[in-house]
Nanobody
Framework: QVQLVESGGGLVQTGGSLRLSCAAA????????LTWHRQAPGKQRELVAY???????TYADSVKGRFTISRDNAKNTVYLQMSSLKPEDTAVYYC???????????WGQGTQVTVSS
């Protein structure tokens, strides 16, 4: 059974930092591309960042220079380090895994991030 479980969300002030984690089970983790998405109330889910099996990373323009995605294949975990947070970063953050960056075969349940002004 495949599971992706996010953690690390919470309430933080503008300018603060959070690190999200997504622990995976039931997949060949090292072969999967991993993505972080977010969905704010009333808005569509958007891609925040992804990391390929080979470690190549890409970021949405809105988070470039502030967020860092990384993966630890030994722990089957992908991280999203978020710094210089802004109120517009408030959203539910989801991780996803797929056989390549175009695929979202599995999703986590999401973790809430709230940035207060």
């Amino acid at each position: 059974q495949v599971q992706l479980v996010e953690s690390g969300g919470g309430l933080v002030q503008t300018g603060g930092s959070l690190r999200l984690s997504c622990a995976a089970a039931g997949i060949d983790f090292s072969l999967n591309a991993l993505t972080w998405h977010r969905q704010a109330p009333g808005k569509q889910r958007e891609l925040v960042a992804y990391i390929t099996g080979g470690g190549t990373t890409t970021y949405a323009d809105s988070v470039k220079g502030r967020f860092t995605i990384s993966r630890d294949n030994a722990k089957n975990t992908v991280y999203l380090q978020m710094s210089s947070l802004k109120p517009e970063d408030t959203a539910v953050y989801y991780c996803a895994a797929g056989r390549n960056v175009a695929r979202r075969d599995y999703w986590g349940q999401g973790t809430q991030v709230t940035v207060s002004s």
